[in-house]
């Protein structure tokens, strides 16, 4: 059996040295995967960093107990679909004389619901 030699951890970096790293990969020839094997860090970290640094977000370290790393979008529970859709008032009585007036305004709304049900509405 060969014994196991403990992982070594990589460095912490700040903000600016990956900026720093960020800056002189693009002033390179290399690739990214190049770049990050020249450099021995992650492309998975560069390009984390990469997206950071565009957007703006600091360097979070770990996560404290109810904090969100910024790196992941918090998702936002669907809203349920109400049963009921409040349309209003489709006539407010008009006299008969605007009545008329208005016939040549007639709406009329007809929706196929699916399942054989049609809502028809009418307004002129």
Known sequence: MVPSTPRRRAPRRSAQAWQALLNEQAESALTVTAFCHQASISPASFYRWQGRLRKGLPNTGGNSAGTLSPAIPAVIAPQPIPDFVDLGALEDLPSPA??????????????????????????G
């Open 98 to 123: 605007r009545r008329e007036a208005d016939a040549a305004h007639r709406l009329e709304l007809r929706l196929d619901l699916g399942g054989g049900l049609i809502l028809h509405l009418v307004r």
